[in-house]
């Protein structure tokens, strides 16, 4: 089985397992027990995977917060910052269309309690209209949260240049980057950031964890999703998973190491896999044809046959989705290649495949005979079928 769909979620990496492992085991303690060795043992775990995770964004440990993913993250960032500030200010809460399903339907949740969601268009090529952004902060702003990389497309947002617009105007400026951390070299410090997003599955660790970075200084306030007993600062309540955040330090310790040379690997696979299929399906059109975007992204619109027709006839041998993971029970075309402008009919026809740690140069090869020779065959159906 040949796996590709890495924008979805990723393999654990062995050497988090094994960061993971001893603390399902011998050390079970509770981190929030203070008056033992294995709440000592399991505290200490969680505060080094807590630095791990800040140094690979370029935070202070103080300012990561363990939530159980990127979609509580982005609620708690979008959700906690909007009710803390309550209606006594501005009340604009701007977005992209092509966001992820979980800030879409937070910012238009808050509409429900007096916000005024704004979700603006994209360019065709994905990126953010940053005139059009520009235009919509001069009307006084609370917050703007638009993500780092695409999860369907794996286009780049000039996040700096983003964050930047919202400081001027005086907004808060919230990042999702759940698929960028680990892949990408990401400052939050000096690029402005005053919240981001991440999650530990879609950098080879384990399901069930992320974080939320929040800022200090200037110190960015929040209200809590749900009440308890008051970890994480009073921001997220809840005993913290030691294992899962063990696994999570150690994948983050392991991309700040490792993401130059993966980041190139993905590059060179991923053109390897473009050439290929272009050999045997000339006709082939990237969703994103050229950078910014995430080195192993790739979102590819097929001339004679349906994604789920293609998935359907690889799905013994090889892993691929037709968008995001969040939303693949859905009948409707993908909101995120709609708002690009693609046509139903178009988006219909387009595969997201992701390129991994664990990638090799076979699979790329076998993966692209096996897409190449399934489309050859949908093909010539298809064209028995048509009428004469």
């Not at 960061?19 to 080094?48: C, I, L």
């Not at 060179?268 to 473009?274: A, F, K, Q």
């Not at 995120?336 to 090869?365: C, H, K, N, P």
Request: glycine share 8%; aromatic share 4%; proline share 6%.
């Amino acid at each position: 089985m040949i796996y590709l769909d890495n924008l979805a979620t990723t393999q654990p990496d062995p050497r988090v397992l094994a960061a993971a492992e001893p603390y399902y085991r011998e050390m079970f303690g509770n981190p929030h027990s203070a008056d033992h060795y294995m709440g000592w043992q399991a505290g200490k775990a969680v505060d080094t995977a807590r630095a791990h995770v800040a140094t690979l964004i370029g935070a202070e440990p103080r300012e990561i917060v363990f939530t159980s993913g990127a979609t509580e993250a982005n609620n708690l960032a979008i959700k906690g910052a909007a009710r803390f500030a309550g209606l006594c200010g501005p009340r604009r809460i701007v977005t992209l269309a092509t966001e992820h399903k979980c800030v879409l339907e937070t910012v238009r949740d808050l509409g429900a309690e007096g916000f005024e969601p704004v979700i603006l268009p994209v360019r065709p090529d994905g990126l953010a209209d940053l005139d059009a952004l520009e235009a919509a902060l001069r009307i006084p702003t609370l917050l703007v949260s638009i993500m780092a990389a695409n999860n369907e497309t794996g286009v780049l947002q000039d996040i700096s240049a983003i964050a930047s617009l919202a400081n001027r105007a005086g907004a808060l400026f919230h990042t999702d980057m759940a698929q960028a951390a680990g892949k990408i070299p990401i400052d939050v410090t000096a690029s402005g950031i005053h919240l981001a997003s991440l999650s530990a599955h879609k950098l080879y660790g384990p399901k069930g964890i992320g974080a939320l970075y929040v800022r200090r200084r200037p110190r960015v306030r929040l209200k809590p999703l749900f009440s308890g007993g008051g970890q994480e600062r009073g921001l997220r309540s809840g005993t913290i998973p030691t294992p899962l955040a063990a696994g999570f330090g150690e994948a983050c310790r392991l991309a700040s190491l490792e993401l130059a040379q993966e980041a190139a690997r993905a590059a060179l696979l991923r053109d390897r896999l473009i050439l290929r299929l272009q050999s045997r399906i000339p006709a082939l059109v990237q969703t994103i044809a050229t950078p910014p975007q995430l080195p192993g992204a790739l979102s590819l619109r097929f001339p004679h046959a349906g994604a789920m027709d293609l998935i359907a006839a690889c799905a013994k041998n090889l892993c691929i989705s037709a968008g995001s993971a969040c939303t693949s029970a859905e009948i409707a075309p993908s909101h995120v290649l709609t708002a690009m402008g693609l046509s139903a009919e178009q988006a219909s026809r387009t595969l997201r495949l992701g390129i991994g740690r664990f990638t090799s140069a076979v699979d790329i090869d076998q993966a692209a005979d096996l897409l190449a020779d399934a489309h050859q065959r949908l093909a010539h159906l298809r064209h028995a079928e048509t009428p004469a």
